[in-house]
């Protein structure tokens, strides 16, 4: 059954205006891009799109009714997303003199280095973490025919 358009029409502004802001997997994606060039900007955007698309997979498969009921697994994956951010963080830090001109061996990130730290950017950000699994269950109408198709349809919105 198709999502109704008034109901797609909200979640598509909503979406929008929550996506305005860069958040750490936008930061991610430049810096790749500025440290290993447009390969590595694009195989981390393509990672990340990727992690997008698994959390997607998970809520069509029921894990924010699992993380309602267990509210401690939602704190916990919180905290180890955060922890992995304030991770990136520090190793942003510390090697921020480091550049081409300083480098001239070139330590740009690999391509599968990019892509796979580009998932896991994506699967450890809380705002993705949490518009996944808290925001959009709440355009699901259980009347409205099967949920996980209505998942799978608005999160390929």
Not at 46 to 62: E, F, P, R, S
């Amino acid at each position: 059954m198709p999502i109704d358009p008034h109901l797609l029409a909200v979640f598509t502004v909503t979406t929008i205006v929550a996506l305005v802001t860069p958040g750490p997997d936008m930061l991610f994606v430049l810096g790749c891009g500025m440290r290993g060039g447009a390969r590595a900007g694009l195989l981390a955007t393509v990672g990340v799109i990727t992690g997008d698309a698994l959390y997607i997979v998970a809520a069509t498969a029921g894990l924010a009714a699992l993380l309602t009921a267990l509210p401690v697994a939602f704190t916990a994956i919180r905290i180890a997303g955060a922890a992995y951010l304030v991770h990136l963080g520090v190793q942003m830090i510390r090697k921020r003199g480091e550049g081409p001109a300083d480098d001239p061996a070139g330590t740009a990130m690999p391509g599968r280095r990019a892509f796979l730290n580009g998932i896991v950017s994506s699967m450890a950000n809380p705002q993705t973490f949490t518009f996944m699994v808290a925001f959009l269950p709440q355009f699901i109408d259980p009347a409205a025919g099967p949920v996980w198709l209505q998942a799978a349809d608005l999160g390929a919105s």
